[in-house]
């Protein structure tokens, strides 16, 4: 299994976890309460990861991934959105269109 995301924030390593989850794409992760053991073990050791049952899913969880970092961007910047089925532009703050209520993650 090879590791695919680590954060030294465990809440953003449970976000992709769940993410990858949603698409049902096949993953575990590691060192969730390994950080109590920083000291004894080097912090990059103790980081919780996000691993890939199999290596096949790969290119599929980037894309959900950087699509999903991308719209954390937009949101901490403030950057309206349009949706992709309705083509109504929605408040960044909106997880889904106002008008049609997709869901922004589904943006075309």
Known sequence: ???????????????????????????????????????????LDSAPEVWLVDESWRARATQLLTDFLHNQRDLAEGHDWQCGQCQETNEASFGLCWSCQRPRELID
């Open 1 to 43: 299994m090879p590791v695919f995301y680590y954060d030294a924030q465990v809440f953003k390593v449970y976000q992709v976890k769940q993410l990858l989850d949603d698409a049902q794409i096949p993953s575990v992760i590691k060192n969730d309460f390994a950080q109590g053991a920083i000291g004894e073990l080097s912090p």
